[in-house]
C-alpha cells in the first residue's frame, strides 16, 4: 500500500475514534458514543422512520493486513480492502398492512487488495488473511428478499435474491481471516455455493417445529454468471446451470440458571449442476454434496452479568471426495466479551482453523506429473487472536495477530505471521 493510502487511513480512525470520545447531550446526536450511527439520529427522523416500518442503514468495513514475518519469503507487504453497504429493511405490515411480511434490499460495492493474492509468502494461501476482499471488487445487488409468516408465525417463506450463508451454515464474521469467518461451505464449495455479497434466485421455507428448534429447507440457483464483475445486478438465468439444495436443522437453547444463549446447526447440501470429477481421466462428471455442524455456546456470565461472559464455537464441514479439493475443515474457538469492568463491551477472541486437502488432489497431480516444488497437500491451519474494542454502539476497531502454518496446505510449505486490523462503522 502507498504511504498516501496508509496515511489516509490511520486519519480516517484517528477521526473515528475522536468522534466516539465526544460527549453528545443526546445518545442521538452525531458522533455519540451511545448512538448506534455515527451521524446520529437526524433530529429524530431516522426513529420515526423506522417506527414507521423504513429501516435504513449504511455501513463501512476496512481490513488491513502486513505481513510480519515469514519462514522462507524476506518480502513484507501491506494491503487494504474494503467494503460499503447500503440497505433497507421494510416492515411491510407498518407500511402495506400485509400482516407478517417484511422485505429487505442490500446494495454493497467492494475495493482493495488482498494480502493473500500479491504477498509470495503467502501464494497459494487455501484461506484469507482479509475476508472482505474477493468475488469481484465492484457494485452488487447484495439482497433482494421479501420474507412472510404464515400458521401464527410458524412457517417462514423467504424469496427473492440472496445468498446460502444469510439462512444455512451461518455464521459471525468478527475474526479477519476467512477460515473463522462466515459460512464455511461457501469458502469451501466457493465454485458453486456463492456467500455474501453475491446473490442468486432463491427460495428458503423454515419451519418452528419448537420455540428453541427449527427445520428449514432452500433452493438456491447456480448462476456462474453471478460472478462477473459486470454481473452485479444481473436478474437474468441466462446461464443457470443446476440448484444447490441445503437442509437443516437448528435450535437455540438457553442454558442453565442464567439462560446462557446457544445456537446448534447441523445440515445438508447437495447440488444439481455437474462438477468435475477429481482424479478421471476421461473428465467424468458428479455432484457436489456434504454437510457441517456449526456450535456456539456462551460456557460463563462475568461476575452474573449475562451479557458478559466467555463463549465457545465450533466449526465443521465435510465435502465429497470425489469432486471437491477440500475434503474436510474444522475451525474452534473462544471469545470473552468484558473481561474488563472499565471496558464491559469489550472482547479478547482467538481462533484456530484446519483445511484438509483430498487425497484425490495428490493422485490426480502426481499423476499429471504436476506436483508443486513445495511437495504434496495436506493440511492448512489458519490461527488469529484479536482484540475489539467497542469504540461506539456505532465503531468496532479489532487489531489482530494471524498465523498461518502450511500455506496453501504444501507440507514444505511456508509459515507466515500477519498484522491485521479490521474495523466496522455504521453511519
Same mark, same amino acid.
Given at each position: 500500500?502507498?504511504?498516501?493510502?496508509?496515511?489516509?487511513?490511520?486519519?480516517?480512525?484517528?477521526?473515528? *475514534? %475522536?468522534?466516539?470520545?465526544?460527549?453528545?447531550?443526546?445518545? =442521538?446526536?452525531?458522533?455519540?458514543?451511545?448512538?448506534?450511527?455515527?451521524?446520529?439520529?437526524?433530529?429524530?427522523?431516522?426513529?420515526?422512520?423506522?417506527?414507521?416500518?423504513?429501516?435504513?442503514?449504511?455501513?463501512?468495513?476496512?481490513?488491513?493486513?502486513?505481513?510480519?514475518?515469514?519462514?522462507? =519469503?524476506?518480502?513484507?507487504?501491506?494491503?487494504?480492502?474494503?467494503?460499503?453497504?447500503?440497505?433497507?429493511?421494510?416492515?411491510?405490515?407498518?407500511?402495506? /398492512?400485509?400482516?407478517?411480511?417484511?422485505?429487505?434490499?442490500?446494495?454493497?460495492?467492494?475495493?482493495?487488495?488482498?494480502?493473500?493474492?500479491?504477498?509470495?509468502? *503467502?501464494?497459494?494461501?487455501?484461506?484469507?488473511?482479509?475476508?472482505?476482499?474477493?468475488?469481484?471488487?465492484?457494485?452488487?445487488?447484495?439482497?433482494?428478499?421479501?420474507?412472510?409468516?404464515?400458521?401464527?408465525?410458524?412457517?417462514?417463506?423467504? @424469496?427473492?435474491?440472496?445468498?446460502?450463508?444469510?439462512?444455512?451454515?451461518?455464521?459471525?464474521?468478527?475474526?479477519?481471516?476467512?477460515?473463522?469467518?462466515?459460512?464455511?461451505?461457501?469458502?469451501?464449495?466457493?465454485?458453486?455455493?456463492?456467500?455474501?455479497?453475491?446473490?442468486?434466485?432463491? %427460495?428458503?421455507?423454515?419451519?418452528?417445529?419448537?420455540?428453541? *428448534?427449527?427445520?428449514?429447507?432452500?433452493?438456491?440457483?447456480?448462476?456462474?454468471?453471478?460472478?462477473?464483475?459486470?454481473?452485479? !445486478?444481473?436478474?437474468?438465468?441466462?446461464?443457470?446451470?443446476?440448484?444447490?439444495?441445503?437442509?437443516?436443522?437448528? !435450535?437455540?437453547?438457553?442454558? /442453565?440458571?442464567?439462560?446462557?444463549?446457544?445456537?446448534?446447526?447441523?445440515?445438508?447440501?447437495?447440488?444439481?449442476?455437474?462438477?468435475?470429477?477429481?482424479?478421471?481421466?476421461?473428465?467424468?462428471?458428479?455432484?457436489?454434496?456434504?454437510?457441517?455442524?456449526?456450535?456456539?455456546?456462551?460456557?460463563?456470565?462475568?461476575?452474573?452479568?449475562?451479557?458478559? /461472559?466467555?463463549?465457545?464455537?465450533?466449526? @465443521?464441514?465435510?465435502?465429497?471426495?470425489?469432486?471437491?479439493?477440500?475434503?474436510?475443515?474444522?475451525?474452534?474457538?473462544?471469545?470473552?466479551?468484558?473481561?474488563?469492568?472499565?471496558?464491559?463491551?469489550?472482547?479478547?477472541?482467538?481462533?484456530?482453523?484446519?483445511?484438509?486437502?483430498?487425497?484425490?488432489?495428490?493422485?490426480?497431480?502426481?499423476?499429471?506429473?504436476? @506436483?508443486?516444488?513445495?511437495?504434496?497437500?495436506?493440511?492448512?491451519?489458519?490461527?488469529?487472536?484479536?482484540?475489539?474494542?467497542?469504540?461506539?454502539?456505532?465503531?468496532?476497531?479489532?487489531?489482530?495477530?494471524?498465523?498461518?502454518?502450511?500455506?496453501?496446505?504444501?507440507?514444505? /510449505?511456508?509459515?507466515?505471521? @500477519?498484522?491485521?486490523?479490521?474495523?466496522?462503522?455504521?453511519?
Amino acid at each position: 500500500m502507498a504511504v498516501s493510502k496508509l496515511g489516509s487511513l490511520y486519519l480516517s480512525l484517528g477521526i473515528m *475514534l %475522536a468522534g466516539s470520545a465526544t460527549q453528545a447531550a443526546t445518545a =442521538a446526536e452525531a458522533f455519540s458514543s451511545e448512538s448506534p450511527w455515527m451521524f446520529g439520529d437526524w433530529n429524530g427522523q431516522r426513529t420515526a422512520l423506522q417506527q414507521k416500518g423504513y429501516d435504513f442503514s449504511f455501513s463501512y468495513g476496512g481490513e488491513l493486513a502486513t505481513l510480519l514475518d515469514a519462514k522462507h =519469503a524476506s518480502g513484507h507487504g501491506t494491503e487494504y480492502a474494503d467494503q460499503f453497504a447500503i440497505g433497507a429493511h421494510l416492515d411491510l405490515e407498518k407500511i402495506a /398492512g400485509w400482516k407478517d411480511t417484511e422485505a429487505q434490499i442490500n446494495i454493497t460495492e467492494r475495493n482493495g487488495r488482498s494480502l493473500s493474492q500479491t504477498s509470495d509468502a *503467502l501464494n497459494g494461501h487455501l484461506s484469507a488473511t482479509q475476508e472482505v476482499w474477493g468475488r469481484g471488487q465492484t457494485w452488487r445487488l447484495t439482497d433482494f428478499w421479501i420474507k412472510k409468516k404464515f400458521l401464527d408465525q410458524k412457517l417462514d417463506i423467504k @424469496v427473492g435474491r440472496f445468498g446460502e450463508g444469510e439462512d444455512f451454515n451461518s455464521f459471525d464474521c468478527d475474526f479477519q481471516n476467512l477460515a473463522l469467518c462466515g459460512s464455511q461451505v461457501g469458502n469451501w464449495v466457493g465454485d458453486q455455493w456463492y456467500n455474501w455479497p453475491v446473490s442468486q434466485w432463491a %427460495a428458503r421455507v423454515k419451519y418452528n417445529i419448537q420455540p428453541e *428448534l427449527y427445520a428449514q429447507v432452500g433452493v438456491y440457483e447456480y448462476n456462474p454468471e453471478n460472478l462477473k464483475r459486470g454481473k452485479g !445486478w444481473n436478474l437474468s438465468t441466462d446461464g443457470s446451470k443446476g440448484a444447490i439444495i441445503p437442509a437443516e436443522v437448528v !435450535w437455540t437453547p438457553k442454558v /442453565g440458571t442464567q439462560k446462557l444463549p446457544g445456537e446448534y446447526r447441523a445440515g445438508y447440501y447437495y447440488s444439481t449442476a455437474d462438477a468435475d470429477v477429481i482424479d478421471s481421466p476421461v473428465n467424468e462428471k458428479d455432484h457436489h454434496q456434504g454437510g457441517w455442524i456449526v456450535a456456539k455456546q456462551q460456557l460463563t456470565a462475568h461476575k452474573d452479568d449475562a451479557s458478559r /461472559g466467555l463463549s465457545g464455537f465450533v466449526n @465443521v464441514t465435510v465435502h465429497d471426495s470425489d469432486t471437491n479439493n477440500v475434503s474436510d475443515m474444522q475451525n474452534i474457538g473462544l471469545v470473552y466479551k468484558g473481561a474488563f469492568d472499565a471496558r464491559p463491551q469489550d472482547e479478547i477472541a482467538i481462533g484456530l482453523g484446519r483445511i484438509s486437502i483430498n487425497d484425490d488432489v495428490n493422485d490426480a497431480n502426481i499423476a499429471n506429473n504436476s @506436483v508443486d516444488a513445495r511437495g504434496l497437500q495436506s493440511e492448512e491451519y489458519d490461527a488469529e487472536i484479536y482484540y475489539g474494542i467497542h469504540a461506539a454502539n456505532w465503531l468496532t476497531i479489532r487489531p489482530n495477530i494471524q498465523y498461518i502454518r502450511h500455506v496453501g496446505a504444501y507440507k514444505n /510449505g511456508e509459515n507466515a505471521w @500477519v498484522g491485521g486490523i479490521k474495523f466496522q462503522t455504521a453511519f
